[in-house]
């Protein structure tokens, strides 16, 4: 009697079209959890920009609607580009919507702008009578914020 030790070349074909299966239907699901992994960092810091934003009005509400308040050291604006004071905090510059961003989220973490360019690109559309910061994250999804309205909104 003939004592063998291994595997013959069928069980390994075997086990690699077992493997080769497996890898085909797992690497979707990984791509798909990527993609569900950026929609709610996206969801999470809209969901906590405008808890911020009503914050913050409440807050301007509180100190009696003066035109701007100071949190943390930072001054907030409440003022349009006519001059006149508005219900929400207003930004008329990118650099002022960055600022808006991360006065009013306390440096939220995940989405601190540090210059205008690094997790979340700035655009500052002037519209007719109301401004909105747009906050774009990732050249997938842009968080905007429409000073008149106070909405914020994920497009």
């Not at 604006?77 to 004071?85: A, E, K, S, T, Y």
């Not at 008329?92 to 205008?116: K, P, Q, V």
């Not at 700035?122 to 842009?142: A, F, G, P, R, W």
Request: with cysteine.
């Amino acid at each position: 009697m003939k004592n063998t030790h291994g595997f013959t070349l069928i069980e390994l074909v075997i086990v690699i079209l077992i493997l080769g299966i497996m890898s085909a239907i797992a690497v979707p699901k990984f791509v798909a959890l990527q993609d569900d992994a950026h929609q709610s960092v996206v969801d999470s810091a809209a969901s906590s920009f405008d808890g911020a934003v009503e914050l913050t009005r409440l807050r301007h509400l509180l100190d009696g609607s003066t035109g701007s308040i100071e949190l943390q050291g930072n001054t907030i604006n409440f003022r349009d580009v006519n001059g006149n004071v508005t219900d929400f905090a207003t930004a008329s510059t990118a650099g002022e919507c960055a600022n808006l961003w991360n006065n009013i989220t306390d440096g939220m973490r995940a989405s601190t702008i540090e210059d205008e360019a690094e997790l979340l690109a700035i655009e500052m559309t002037t519209l007719t009578k109301s401004s909105t910061c747009n906050y774009q994250y990732n050249d997938l999804q842009v968080i905007a914020y429409d000073s008149a309205s106070g909405s914020v909104v994920i497009n």
